[in-house]
């Protein structure tokens, strides 16, 4: 009996006789276990010019064809050949019996020549081999497997002098150049290098393609080899050659034995070339034949458009000398504008090495979707070093054309050019993907994030005012800058610039700060404000406003708001209610208690006090405050401001003392008052300066209340003054004079501080005759805060001369500016001895 042996067809097949239930799963399992006869797969051989049988010049001897190279050139091309010779005698060989030549099947001969390395080369001893190369200058047109490589050998005793010892013809379907998976061995100066390819990406820009290779060299002798000046030329399938650049760091190189170096190369081809079957070859130039010459020719991979951009917060690492940096793209903004869209984009660079650096001067460009590029122009690594460990980071901006597509552009990080290079481009040492931003219209209230060297700052545009001022607007944004980390930081010098619509306001921009010192300690914040005057009659629709750092003798751009539309309408205050000022530092809340119209013979003036307490848990110099009169037409006068000039201390309360003058024809019921902190030059407005304008500001509505006319000369107040007169006597002496004396009380409310008071109550006597005559007396100056005090004035008529009685009207004023409010009014008799 056989053994049957237990594969699945058999057990498939037991199953079936033995069970006719499982005739169905049987046929399933012999259907799914028929064997299959394996396809044979034929493996494509590859000949190469090692598989060119040697020529024999001697009974041992041997010469062995082992590259062959061709450069195209416009009118020729440079052919290379490289012959290896192997003396197996037992003598040494004389070198100078033996020639080559190259020849056409047709029979064109090309003359030849040796490499400069190569003429002194003369004898061969026993046992060893050298290389001779070989130059000659061919058709253009000339294929390698059109020509004849031929071995001479001396000898006068036949015709023509020469023996063919034998030739090396090879055929077409031969590889003469490295495949792309495989190193190339050659002999550079006598030094054996081993060289490969090890990545080929390409990018499109513009109307060019741009190869990048990367080639490692190995040295396997066994001294250092320097760079050899060999020259890189990218050749393609239709012949054509195109030269490449080796960036900085693989020029001026040494190489120790058995250690390697990667080099980076580039070249730009035309978008119309196509780049399949491409080469890489090396050539040296030759003193000898003052040529250019091929050395190696090697097969690139195929190329595709393959993305070398870094992903957003990836580290590149670039080599500088000994040491080495990584640099990340850690993020963006874009904001668009009418014509064009600004771009912001942030770089970190830290050094990784236990060494200082020097960073380059790189140059930055953004190349678009579309092809195009766009240099930035920065100095922000002018004269930058890093400490080991070190970080910096940079703040780049570009402009990019409404016609030019903003969508997925990638930042390019390129050397800094040579003055006298002949390269059409510069070589980038990084590419850097650009996440797509959606722009913004409007990021009042929005956060920003900028990554620096001490940490992470926040940017918040809290707000846009336009505001009244004499000769013309001013244009305020506030932006609150936070120190998020948790050591102190010092900010950056900085610079602020407004663009309304299409236009840069760069000489009038000023950025105002509310600090003196640059420190900023952790997880507190300060306000900054960007200011520029624009005339009042101007209607624009965006505006634009950007941190600068300064860096050297240029600016380079921190951060970017946008607003579009109409700009917000300021905080209106009800009479009343408080408005809460909250300069880090100098916290005040200031509301509206009085306002009054002082009326004239052709205008008025209106009159408002503010009542300002100092929120702070410690003594400051309130700010000095400024601002403007504002009606309901939209007309606005501006204020003249007078305030306390010492400090106050926590909870203390000051009176702020605003007017203007203003048209009779004013309606004064919805008049406004807006009002906001000083600024002079840079910076707040300091104790007893000047303003220049005012930032912060809100609309105080007021309430335009004339103070009650009492009948009596009892409880006049003038805050915050008030004064009682009584006893008053008005004296006639017989002659032209008369002298009025009178009793008061004045007090103070202690509540408050005041700035210079030029209030003064004005004393007015009216004749029965219609006469008047007036005395002013200041406050604390003229007649003191007391309880009982007295004061007198006198004043000289020629209608009092011999008059014994009569009566008079004493009116008292609130005097301000030449303007004045009656306060009180009570009438009184002359007497001889005074009056009761």
């Not at 003229?782 to 006198?794: E, H, L, P, R, Y």
């Not at 008292?812 to 001895?833: M, R």
């Amino acid at each position: 009996m056989k053994k049957i042996p237990t594969t699945a067809a058999a057990l498939g097949i037991t199953l079936l006789l033995t069970n006719s239930h499982g005739a169905i799963a049987a046929e399933k399992t012999i259907t799914k276990t028929t064997t299959k006869t394996p396809v044979k797969q034929t493996k494509t051989v590859v000949h190469t010019l090692a598989n060119l049988s040697p020529v024999k010049i001697t009974a041992k001897s041997t010469v062995q064809l082992t590259d062959v190279n061709i450069l195209t050139l416009d009118e020729e091309s440079i052919l290379t050949y490289t012959l290896v010779i192997k003396n197996g005698d037992g003598k040494t060989l004389d070198l100078l019996d033996y020639w080559s030549k190259v020849k056409t099947a047709s029979g064109t001969t090309y003359s030849t020549s040796l490499m400069t390395k190569d003429k002194d080369k003369k004898k061969l001893s026993a046992g060893s081999s050298t290389t001779l190369t070989y130059v000659a200058k061919v058709g253009k047109n000339v294929k390698i497997s059109d020509l004849l490589f031929q071995i001479i050998k001396w000898d006068f005793s036949q015709s023509g002098y020469e023996s063919l010892k034998g030739q090396f013809k090879i055929p077409a379907t031969y590889l003469t150049s490295t495949p792309p998976d495989q190193s190339k061995t050659l002999r550079v100066f006598d030094t054996p290098i081993k060289a490969k390819v090890s990545q080929v990406a390409t990018f499109v820009s513009g109307d060019y393609n741009y190869v990048n290779v990367s080639l490692d060299l190995t040295n396997i002798g066994y001294k250092i080899f320097e760079d050899p000046k060999v020259k890189f030329v990218i050749k393609t399938s239709s012949g054509a050659s195109y030269p490449m650049s080796a960036d900085t760091t693989s020029t001026e190189y040494k190489i120790q034995p058995q250690d390697t170096k990667s080099l980076n190369l580039m070249t730009s081809i035309p978008k119309s070339i196509i780049l399949s079957k491409m080469e890489l070859q090396l050539v040296q130039d030759d003193e000898t034949t003052k040529l250019s010459l091929p050395i190696a020719t090697m097969q690139l991979p195929g190329a595709s458009n393959k993305s070398l951009a870094i992903e957003p917060n990836i580290e590149k690492f670039i080599p500088l000398g000994s040491g080495k940096i990584a640099v990340s793209f850690t993020g963006a903004t874009i904001v668009q504008s009418f014509d064009e869209h600004n771009l912001s984009m942030r770089l970190n660079l830290r050094n990784t090495s236990g060494t200082t650096v020097t960073i380059p001067k790189y140059q930055f460009e953004i190349q678009t979707s579309d092809g195009y590029r766009l240099p930035i122009s920065t100095q922000a690594t002018e004269n930058v070093t890093l400490q080991p460990l070190e970080e910096r980071v940079l703040n780049l901006s570009v402009t990019i054309p409404a016609s030019v597509s903003s969508v997925k552009p990638q930042l390019f990080m390129n050397l800094p050019s040579v003055a006298d290079s002949k390269d059409t481009f510069s070589y980038p040492v990084g590419i850097f993907a650009i996440p797509e931003v959606k722009p913004v219209q409007n990021m009042i209230g929005q956060k920003q994030f900028v990554q620096t060297t001490n940490g992470i700052v926040g940017f918040t545009l809290e707000s846009i005012q336009r505001l009244p001022w004499s000769d013309g607007d001013l244009v305020s944004a506030k932006i609150n800058i936070r120190n998020t980390g948790n050591k102190t930081i010092i900010l950056p010098e900085m610079t602020g610039l407004l663009k309304i619509d299409s236009a840069k306001l760069t000489a009038d921009s000023k950025l105002i700060t509310t600090q003196s010192s640059g420190l900023l300690g952790a997880n507190t914040s300060t306000d900054v404000y960007v200011v520029s005057k624009v005339p009042g009659y101007i209607d624009f629709s965006q505006l634009q406003i950007s941190l600068l750092e300064k860096v050297g003798e240029s600016n380079s751009e921190w951060v970017q708001f946008i607003n579009a539309g109409s700009l917000p309408e300021l905080p209106t205050i009800a009479m009343g209610e408080s408005h809460t000022i909250d300069t880090p530092g100098h916290s005040e809340e200031l509301k509206a208690v009085r306002s009054y119209i002082y009326n004239g013979i052709s205008s008025d003036l209106i009159y408002a006090e503010l009542e300002a307490k100092n929120l702070e848990d410690h003594q400051i110099d309130l700010s000095q405050f400024a601002g403007s009169f504002q009606a309901s037409d939209g007309k606005t006068y501006k204020a003249t401001v007078s305030q306390v000039e010492t400090s106050t201390g926590p909870d203390e309360k000051s009176i702020i003392a605003l007017w203007a003058k203003i048209p009779k024809s004013i309606t004064t019921s919805d008049l406004k008052l807006v009002v906001g902190e000083g600024i002079t030059d840079n910076k707040l407005t300091p104790v007893k300066g000047e303003s220049t304008g005012y930032v912060n500001a809100a609309a105080l509505e007021l309430s335009v209340i004339q103070p009650q006319l009492k009948t009596n000369l009892t409880e006049l107040a003038m805050f915050p003054y008030t004064l009682s007169v009584k006893n008053v006597r008005a004296k006639l002496s017989g002659s032209t004079s008369v002298n009025v004396t009178f009793d008061y009380n004045m007090k103070r409310n202690m509540d408050y501080t005041i700035g210079e008071f030029t209030h003064k109550y004005l004393f007015e006597v009216v004749d029965s005759t219609g006469r008047t005559f007036e005395k002013e007396f200041a406050p604390e100056t003229d007649i003191k805060v007391t309880n009982g005090g007295s004061a007198s004035f006198s004043f000289d008529d020629a209608v009092f001369e011999g008059r014994e009685a009569g009566s008079l009207q004493l009116n008292v004023y609130d005097l301000f500016q030449g303007q004045k409010i009656k306060l009180g009014s009570q009438g009184f008799y002359y007497t001889s001895t005074g009056l009761e």
